[in-house]
């Protein structure tokens, strides 16, 4: 089993950042690919980004591209989102998701359901 606490969300201006956390406890965090997905109210949850167990892989979602960037600190346990040029649109729950790694390169890494441990959320609001 793993556990998965996000934080770092809040309230920010457009075109201001954001650091989520993600830290993980049970199984050896290594093993793991992890992902960012977000919901905004009245829409599906959608993939943000993700990356292989050991960070050499990553994958991010075209509207979130060049300005997003996750990465992962093994010595923490810990996996991390950082947001920059925000936009009112980013405005959502953010989730921390994790799952077993079963190779190098990461397949349907933006589907959800591939995903076994999920946090409860944090809130990012952008206003204009």
Same mark, same amino acid.
């Given at each position: 089993?793993?556990? /998965?606490?996000?934080?770092?969300?809040?309230?920010?201006?457009?075109?201001? $950042? /954001?650091?989520?956390?993600?830290?993980?406890?049970?199984?050896?965090? $290594?093993?793991?690919? +992890?992902?960012?997905?977000?919901?905004?109210?009245?829409?599906?949850?959608?993939?943000?980004?993700?990356? %292989?167990? %050991?960070?050499? +892989?990553?994958?991010?979602?075209? $509207?979130?591209?060049?300005?997003?960037?996750?990465?992962?600190?093994? =010595?923490? %346990?810990?996996? &991390? /989102?950082? +947001?920059?040029? /925000?936009?009112?649109?980013?405005?959502?729950?953010?989730?921390? =998701?994790?799952?077993?790694?079963?190779? &190098?390169? +990461?397949?349907?890494?933006?589907?959800?359901?591939?995903?076994?441990?999920?946090?409860?959320? =944090?809130?990012?609001?952008?206003? $204009?």
């Amino acid at each position: 089993q793993v556990q /998965l606490v996000e934080s770092g969300g809040g309230s920010v201006q457009a075109g201001g $950042s /954001l650091r989520l956390s993600c830290a993980a406890s049970g199984r050896p965090f $290594s093993s793991y690919d +992890m992902a960012w997905f977000r919901q905004a109210p009245g829409k599906e949850r959608e993939f943000v980004a993700a990356s %292989n167990w %050991n960070g050499g +892989m990553t994958y991010y979602a075209d $509207s979130v591209k060049g300005r997003f960037t996750i990465s992962r600190d093994h =010595t923490k %346990n810990a996996v &991390y /989102l950082q +947001m920059s040029s /925000l936009k009112p649109e980013d405005t959502a729950i953010y989730y921390c =998701t994790g799952r077993a790694s079963q190779a &190098y390169t +990461m397949t349907h890494y933006d589907d959800p359901s591939t995903y076994t441990y999920w946090g409860q959320g =944090t809130q990012v609001t952008v206003s $204009s």
